[in-house]
């Protein structure tokens, strides 16, 4: 960075001032991209950029110099990795990467997330679907009996006709053909992520990066299969016809390189991108779910149905939870992720305080929500839990999920550990959950404590 640049550090639903010619000389596309929000009371001098639920380091170019935004999880010390090392057949796409300046993050980690692996897979295969064709380039063949493009007299000499091998012609030509150093070096980031993938936490995402690399490696079937070597990423180009390639062959050259991003900022430059904190807790709490050898998700959407007096369907909605599980013994647990309500700062008076001056929501409307979808004919007898992301410190215990009690059997309030700490406290909130889904949690939770909520 130079002495012109400067640096907006911003939290996740939070917002910090910057000074007017900055804001002047930032493109409005910038924030919009960035999901950031910025406004200025009348009669201040400084604005207001307000950070949405998008986190991650992103740099635009301008007149005074770099802008570099970092937007940090509004949970301390939360583990996006972990996260992402679960979200894998994702429903929804917990990343936006953003055009332009690359960002400058602090370091490069040495394991690459499922997330990212599958992302960087599936953007080579959609770019190939696209881009993928046969290109002019420059060949030196052997042919037998005829002539191609220009002989190579020197070595026709030398190699074949003193050897009484005058049908042999060596020749230089051009050939339009798909193996190109480019195609050559996109599949060789497939195949590098195929060999990363056994280094996957997950038993689960590592068979989804797998099926993703089979699934692009088709469309490389004339491409010869290359390592990757300075020798071969010399070849590649990015100019003229094949400008096109610059965004996603420059992420796989970094990638070839062992360059797996962080999310810190720092002077590494990087491909820039953010995570959407709420679609990334769903998708990975989907995940964890999907892994757990006591729960198997359903793909279970029933419908509610509005009738006339004459008991006809007139209207329809659908009654959708984020997840509903099956547990071992054939109970049916609902679970709904609420990252929006962690580690708030609202002044409302639903809040509810947690071990370790933690701080949660716990709307009405969320607990009416879940009350609402245990009624449903297709759920009899289900359990029903709310699940907060937590961030624990070193030694803290999860704790025991609460209780919302006067529905009739009891809406839980799970939490689980998303910090430095997620994965030595995972199976404790597998446990949990289980137990919930089979009744058996009874001695393990406690009642949501008096007059912080009202149902």
Known sequence: MTGNDRILRLTEHRSASLEDDWVQAVPASFWEQTRTTVTRTPGQ?????LAES???VARVKTDLGHLTVHISPKLDRCDSFFLADYVYGQRHQPLRQLPGEQALVDQVRSDPAACLLLWHVLAIHRFSARWLRRDQVTLTKDLHGKIKGSIQLGRYITKHVALADAATIPC??????QDTPNNRILKAGLRRAALLASDLPVP??????RAAVNAALPRFAQVADVAGTPRDLRGASTKGPQRHYAEVLGATIGFLHGDYLSGELGLTGATAFLWSMPTLFQEALRGVIAESAGLRLLDDVPLATIHDANGVTRSSSKVDPDYVALTAAGST???DAKYKHAATSSPA???LDLPGARRIRVPRSDIYQMAAYRQHDRWPNSAGALVYPISLHSGETLPAPYQVRGFGPPIH??????GPNARTNLPRFLDYTQALGDGSAAATTAPVPSGQTSP
């Open 349 to 351: 008076g639903d809040l």
């Open 413 to 418: 309030i799970c939490f689980i550990d998303v």
């Open 54 to 56: 998008y986190v991650g």
């Open 45 to 49: 001098d400084e604005w207001s950029v």
């Open 333 to 335: 647990l609902l679970l």
């Open 172 to 177: 230089r030509l051009r050939e339009r053909t």
């Open 204 to 209: 689960g995402a590592r068979r989804a990066v």
